[in-house]
């Protein structure tokens, strides 16, 4: 969970401090979901979903049976679906060795065009769409990185949730 945790708040900081890279207003081929998984659909109703971690603000993290460990010829450490209040919201996906973050690079770039590397301790790339924001980080010192496309829709959503949450925690307890 904490690993979670941790891959989601390096996300949502990079996401909220980086401007857009690629050329266009948004890159080509959106995704409507990751895997036959539709953004906004309840994973709670689905057979083939097992939650398996929750986070403080709402988020629980699923597994799917028979997910494919694999992206072209990267080979992964782990898929994982986000929901929020039972709306899914974002996925991620870990992985470890230099091969398989080129492989997961390639089919990046083959699915939604390619976009400029920032970063020198890490590879970062970032595509910004009109719905979904896609960020792939590879470190190259601990030689592991993720990928992670969330909703903005529903990213929002929560959002909203954790900005009240703490301006609550910031007046009871100051």
């Known amino acids: 969970m904490k690993k979670a945790f941790l891959f989601l708040m390096s996300t949502l900081f990079v996401l909220m401090v980086t401007p857009p890279i690629n050329a ?29 971690t929750a986070d403080k603000d709402l988020t629980v993290y699923f597994i799917r049976k028979g997910d494919e460990s694999t992206i072209g010829d ?28 080129q492989s997961v690079l390639k089919v ?14 890490q590879e970062t ?21 993720f990928l992670d496309i969330t909703h903005h829709k529903y990213n929002e959503l929560k959002n909203k949730y954790d900005t009240e949450k703490a301006k609550q925690g910031a007046e009871k307890d100051f």
């Open 24 to 52: 266009g207003p948004y890159f080509k081929n959106e995704p409507d979901g990751f895997r036959g998984v539709r953004w906004g659909e309840n994973l709670r109703k689905r057979d083939d979903m097992t939650p398996y």
């Open 125 to 145: 790339y970032i595509w910004h769409g009109e719905n979904v924001d896609i960020l792939l980080v590879y470190y190259r010192l601990k030689d592991d990185g």
């Open 74 to 101: 990267a080979w992964l450490e782990s898929i994982n679906y986000k929901t929020w209040e039972d709306i899914y919201y974002g996925m991620f996906l870990l992985f470890k060795g230099y091969g398989n973050y």
């Open 108 to 121: 990046c770039f083959e699915k939604f065009g390619k976009v400029n590397m920032r970063g020198k301790l």
